[in-house]
């Protein structure tokens, strides 16, 4: 490991009181109140994530219709399918793609203690780390469920918490209709949408978004990756 990445390890695995003296992280964002919701500014601009993956049967599916229309999103992963799928992480990269951290064993992280928390977030910014070479920037909360200890631990990792505005609800396989209408009728600037490549069947999921993504494109949607 490069000394450069050997710092940046231990940078995460000291505990969160009295660790400013410690090696210098790329990203310094601030201890976030809550997750962001939407975009800020640019008109028509608005975010797809996928959650729950990498999956060796949805994810090559979304990213397959993600090129076709040369879209860019943000994957939201768990650490234990990215560490056993890490070509998927590579292939999710080289589509130009976010690879984000979405915890390690999906727990709801409101429920543990700061050290699971620690653990959970951190040795999936690890595994993402060793597989791309660089640490996640993003992170989103199972469930969305964040608060203060979770949040501060988010940013002491080095991450941004993102939310989202439009729920497709396509965990549940409510229908490829459901899915396309909760986005189409939602959409608006800023938006950030929903969706999952893992967890499950997804192929109501791979449906919905190859036919709503060149009706909004059309509308003049541009789909972007978060930034700060
Ligand atoms: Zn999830």
Redesign the pocket.
């Known amino acids: 490991m490069p000394a450069a990445a050997a710092r940046r390890g231990a940078y995460r695995l000291r505990p969160i009181a009295g660790d400013s003296a410690l090696g210098t992280p790329a990203f310094h964002p601030q201890v976030r109140t809550h997750a962001e919701l939407t975009l800020p500014g640019r008109a028509r601009a608005v975010a797809l994530t996928f959650?729950?993956g990498p999956d060796p049967d949805f994810t090559p599916q979304v990213l397959a219709v993600l090129r076709t229309y040369r879209v860019q999103a943000t994957f939201f992963v768990i650490g234990e399918n990215a560490a056993a799928f890490p070509r998927l992480l590579h292939d999710i990269a080289a589509g130009g793609h976010v690879v984000a951290n979405?915890s390690y064993t999906?727990p709801q992280l409101t429920t543990l203690s700061l050290g699971k928390v620690k653990d959970e977030l951190g040795r999936t910014s690890d595994v993402i780390e060793r597989v791309l070479d660089a640490p996640p920037r993003w992170c989103r909360a199972?469930y969305g469920e964040w608060d203060a200890p979770s949040l501060r631990v988010c940013a002491r990792l080095g991450m941004e918490p993102l939310g989202w505005s439009i729920d497709t609800n396509d965990w549940a396989r409510p229908g490829i209709g459901s899915i396309k209408r909760a986005v189409t009728r939602g959409i608006e600037p800023g938006s950030i949408i929903l969706q999952h490549d893992g967890g499950g069947d997804r192929s109501q999921t791979v449906r919905a978004v190859s036919d709503y993504l060149p009706r909004l494109l059309d509308k003049g949607y541009e789909f972007v990756r978060p930034h700060v």
């Open positions: 959650d729950d979405h999906h199972p």
